[in-house]
């Protein structure tokens, strides 16, 4: 049973090794981007955000606005 138990450790571990390995050379196939595109792509994400966030100001601004007018 020690035997049986030691094996099911063993090849525990093993999947465990090759799970790390094959997530490194995935790691190594990404294109990453360069510096300017990261920049690029940062301002972007901050100016939809603000606009979204504007938005739902408004939309939220409206809605109480017509729930006073209502009660």
């Given amino acids: 049973m020690a ?3 030691d094996a099911k450790k063993k090849s525990g ?3 465990v090794v090759a799970y790390f390995r094959e997530a490194r050379e995935e790691l190594q ?4 981007p360069t510096r300017k595109e990261l920049y690029r792509h940062t301002w972007i994400v901050i100016a939809i955000s603000l ?3 504007a ?3 408004l939309l939220d601004l409206v809605l109480q606005q ?3 007018f209502v009660l």
């Fill in 3 to 5: 035997s049986n138990a």
């Fill in 13 to 15: 571990l093993a999947a």
């Fill in 29 to 32: 196939k990404v294109v990453w």
């Fill in 51 to 53: 606009g979204v966030a």
């Fill in 55 to 57: 938005l739902l100001g």
């Fill in 66 to 68: 017509g729930l006073q």
